[in-house]
């Protein structure tokens, strides 16, 4: 880990603060005899664990190589941080003077006659937003020349449009912006011969729609306390099966999202940082293998500047899928105009509600043409944990309008997300470490395929209780494309996803799932002493490891000692997970073997093949030169 680029060019007190700051709230994996995780104020871990755990049924999953604790969403232990449900975001601030119909704009003379413009109003233009099909820079927009003047209905000619209306003395009294899904022939000519081709093929039985929904930052515990009414829905209402062992792999929403789409981790892409200006167009993403099939295919996030592919990034280049938003989005976005109550609507709308309505007109225009639809929603629920309360309404009415409209019959919907919070004193929190790893996943099918296919419907519900992965839902959308009654036996990329369609194997643990250590939460606990021996070994040898790597700018940073061991947790892996190497590289986090009878990282050979994350206050011991 370079800590160097902990001290750049700042004061020697910021320097000290700021790596006293990330030693005290970063989490550190070794490998050695025990686990010691994170305080719970003033209450004892096992206490919450014993109720957490127990309560109610013990265990989200039970197997013999994996243990993942029901715990209480509630528990007093996290109780102060869980605050009351949001009411929903009110998008009536500002009445918008035009709407979409399908293909066409319109003016909306309601709300015109209930505005100040009332016997003022004059006409309205529009703006086309466009990129290129070849473009060298993923932030790239333009406005096209502004159009005639209109006041009643317009047949649309582009994606995406900016508009602009003006009262009788020709003054802008209104901006707002609209995007349409517009058949493109050429498209339809491409997917339509190789849809043919696809269907007719004798390895291909059914041929489903996909829609993938994914919320940013949002647990399976969290749904439960502020998306009441959307589980409600997708449970009862749908039929959805939940992956109530659904475990990331990885650190944060890139490096999960790789392993969904590619089946892959990004090391084996391959990508790293070191390729952040090269554009993702020429790999193969899932939606791109269902294109070549003749599926048409749609990709849309809001949130443009922390958008999956782009954030510190160079994104696409080339659209990737025949329907693609991002200009759009950014254009919305630099037009600050448009925006209020906390950036979350837009004129009328709620930002959200843009990419559902986006999404459901896609869906809507291809109803009985094949299709394949990724998203994912950041900007709603990203940056709070509360927020997820804002969610709840806008995911329920759009659920609600996909079954009403029998926009559903022939298509899997998965509705996903990344991760948990994490951030925030809810993350520091031995529950918010255990559901920041444990984001919510759920699957619905149409069900005439699971009447059809009942050995599948029995696998998919067997599923729920078992340890699941981003690399299974990759799996997953490969047998979808390629489903065969009789779907042959397939382990994905070095043998790690599964497709639901199979039962996930009751011995299945974190090192066959590729989940390292540092992620993995299967393993029960056992509360430690923070005075006992290894405990003491294992936290005063981290402190000495940190200090070996902060030796290169020693003039710069303190020297650290330990001040106090706050909490500790005995980690009791599975057979499986106490074999796993010690080598691996995690992501984000580098794995480095300690061994508590040791002084230094040369004598690790030794160590014993256990897990333990240690949580520490580091002092400092002599003075910090000035830089």
Known sequence: MPFKRMCPRHGSFVCYLKFAVIALSTIVLISTIDFINTTFRQRSISS????????RTPYLVDTSACKIPNIDPFDPSIAHFIKPQHKPVMCNKRPSFTFENGTKLQINWTAVSQSKWNGQFGYCKIQPIYRPPNNHDNNYFTYLEISDEF???????????????????????????????????????????????????????????VV?????????????????????????????????????????TFVNIVPMTMGKFLEEVPWNESMSKIPF??????????????????????????????????????????????????????????????????????ETDVILSYIYNFIDMYKYSPYFAFSFITGLTHDFLSSAGYADVPYLEFLKKLRENEQLNNTVLILYSDHGMRFGKMRESYIGKMEERLPFLFFVFPQWFLAKYPDYAENLQTNTRRLTTPFDIYETLFDILHFNEFIPVRRGFKNRGISLF????????????????????????????????????VANNMIKEINIQLNEVSKRCAFLRLGKIKNAIKLLPSEKAIKMSAGMTNRRI???????????????????????VVEFFPVPTRNILPL
């Open 151 to 209: 006041n009643d209905t317009i047949e649309m000619k582009h994606e995406f449009v900016r508009v602009l209306c003006y009262n009788s003395n020709h003054g802008k009294i209104h901006t707002n912006f609209h995007q349409f899904i517009l058949p493109k022939p050429d498209v339809d000519e491409r997917c339509s011969l190789a849809f043919v081709k696809h269907k007719d093929s004798p390895n291909v039985r059914e041929t489903l729609n």
């Open 590 to 612: 580098k794995s480095r073997t300690i061994n508590p009878e040791c002084s230094s990282r040369r004598d690790s050979g030794t160590a014993q093949p256990y897990f333990t």
């Open 48 to 55: 919450v664990i014993a109720r957490s755990w127990h309560a």
């Open 281 to 350: 167009d020429d790999y193969n993403f899932i939606w791109k293998q269902f294109a070549s099939k003749g599926y048409r295919t749609l990709y849309a996030e809001d949130a443009p500047e922390i958008a999956i592919f782009d954030y510190l990034k160079s994104g696409f280049h080339r659209p990737p899928a025949d329907y693609f938003n991002r200009h759009f989005s950014l254009a919305m976005t630099a037009d600050k105009s448009v925006w209020y109550d906390n950036h979350n609507c837009v004129t009328d709308r709620l």
């Open 212 to 252: 993938m929904i994914g919320v940013d930052s949002i647990s399976r515990l969290n749904s439960q306390r502020y998306l009441k009414h959307m589980r409600n829905y997708l449970l009862k209402e749908l039929g959805a099966f939940e992956m109530t062992g659904y475990n990331k792999v990885a650190d944060n």
């Open 502 to 537: 199979r039962e996930i194997p009751e011995d299945r643990g974190c090192e066959e799932a590729g989940i390292l250590p540092h992620w993995c939460t299967c393993a029960e606990f056992q509360t430690l002493s923070p005075t006992n021996e290894i405990v003491q070994k």
